[in-house]
C-alpha cells in the first residue's frame, strides 16, 4: 500500500503558473503509475494527466494539454504537476493517485488517492 501527500496548491491569477507535488511513502513508488485528477465545484471528479513507472509515456486530458506537465522522480518518490498559463476554470481541488494498472487517460481508475491540495484561480 501507498501513502500520498499533495502541496503545492494556492490561490494564483489567471495566465500564472503553480507546481503540485505528490510525496509517496514506501519503497515501492516505482512499481505505480501516478496520475493527477480534479475536483471543481459541484463537479465530478475528472483525469488531468498520468505518467508511466519509468516516465516514459504521458497523458493528458485534452482540457489541460499543453499547459500542464506532468513528471516524477523515483529516487526521491515523488509525481510533479506543472500548471502554466492558468485559467479560472482550472480551480478545483486536485487530487495525486497510484495505481498498478497501466495508465491512460479514460477509464482509468487509480486505488490509491491523496486527500488533494486546493487551486484557485482568480480572474
Known amino acids: 500500500q501507498v501513502q500520498l501527500v499533495e502541496s503545492g496548491g494556492g490561490l494564483v491569477e489567471a495566465g500564472g503558473s503553480l507546481r503540485l507535488s505528490c510525496a509517496a511513502s514506501g519503497r515501492t513508488f516505482s512499481t505505480y503509475a501516478m496520475g493527477w485528477f480534479r475536483q471543481a465545484p459541484g463537479k465530478e471528479r475528472e483525469f488531468a494527466a498520468a505518467?508511466?513507472?519509468?516516465?516514459?509515456?504521458?497523458y493528458y486530458a485534452d482540457s489541460v494539454k499543453g499547459r500542464f506537465t506532468i513528471s516524477r522522480d523515483n529516487a526521491k518518490n515523488t509525481v510533479y504537476l506543472q500548471m502554466n498559463s492558468l485559467k479560472p476554470e482550472d480551480t478545483a481541488v486536485y487530487y495525486c493517485?497510484?495505481?498498478?494498472?497501466?495508465?491512460?487517460?479514460?477509464?482509468?481508475?487509480?486505488?490509491?488517492w491523496g486527500q488533494g491540495t486546493q487551486v484557485t484561480v482568480s480572474s
Open positions: 493517485a497510484a495505481s498498478y494498472s497501466r495508465p491512460a487517460s479514460t477509464n482509468w481508475g487509480p486505488e490509491y
Open positions: 505518467i508511466s513507472r519509468n516516465s516514459g509515456n504521458t
